[in-house]
């Protein structure tokens, strides 16, 4: 089986990445689609899951404090559900054949599959390049270099939650891949001959 | 041209692995060799350039604190103009045509010739594991953790004295390969397959 987990910093092209590397490979990739379905078994839209799924659970504590006691505990219980719906999720992606998984800790989840691990990073001036040009009208570069900021933190606590070892630190992952200045498309090749000769070695 | 720079931390097998990337290639492997010529070049012994190549130039100083004023400038001229020797080599073997460069800042000295940099890297378990496999009888484990933090921050203080950033930081590299927990050899073949993609993309 060839699963491929692939974290990213924001505006890496990270999912740009996982989307051509899995066409490339002939194999499903999975994104969004995992956020899709656990709103639908859970009766939630795609955009609470994705609220919850980027919060780390223990910080629901202290936003909670001065509401009342059941609020608080029925939140928490609500992020402890979809967090455990998506790890089944993920499990039985994983379980149906190769894939590419991006983000949702599939590395951690995904463990006992053997996962070949990728991180997704760039310079900083390459990702507000990329962030700036997939932006709505009227976004500034301090506010994308704010979300990026977010963005990343957010991911470095989900990834504390989920019991991993610190995000984007390169021990986490088999290969880190740097896109800085260069076109996603063009990293392709090189990477579906290392993902093939990878998985033929383990077969 | 096909130049392949390999930084890698003490103990991760990045020396191995460039020799066995580079014979998989068919293609030369400079690594100490590059010390040998400097040597020759400069009426020195090997050791002697290893020791100058990895000192900072600008921490002679305070070691010549005390000694005489000539004995201080003396070895500052001669560690200046071993680097700058190490320099010309490197790029002259670089310009004799494809090869594995590793260490010695090559992918800093070879940026006109854009290199593909590599990082290889390893937790630290399987850093002290290969140490340990390859040291002299008698080397304690105490001891090995502390030449391992040793000469990973004589390699930062060279990168820095080279006017590079921040040693180590993924950043710095196109690719990082983690070698924990794998023989050396079985990471070739994926590496021979990108690195074989990455270059065809470029001609």
Known sequence: MRVITIGREFGSG?????????????IPCYDKEIIDEVAKAQGLSSEEVESIS?????????????????ASYYYNALAIEVIAKQYEVIK???EQGDCVIVGRQADLILQKQSPLNLFVYADEASK????LARAEQGETEKKLRK???????????????????????????????????????????????????WFADKE
């Not at 507000?128 to 962030?131: D, S, V």
């Open 54 to 70: 980027l919060s780390d659970i223990r910080r629901v504590y202290p936003f909670t404090i001065g509401r009342t006691l059941t």
């Open 147 to 197: 979300e990026m900021k977010r963005v990343d933190k957010e991911r470095a606590a989900n990834r504390k939650a989920f019991g991993g070892s610190a995000w984007g630190r390169k021990e986490n992952y088999h290969l880190c891949v740097n896109t800085s200045g260069t076109e996603i498309k063009e990293l392709i090749p090189s990477l579906v001959a290392f993902v093939n000769a």
């Open 14 to 26: 990270g999912r740009e990445l996982g989307k051509r590397l899995a066409d490339a490979l002939g």
């Open 92 to 94: 039985s992606l994983a």
């Open 128 to 131: 507000l390049k990329r962030c």
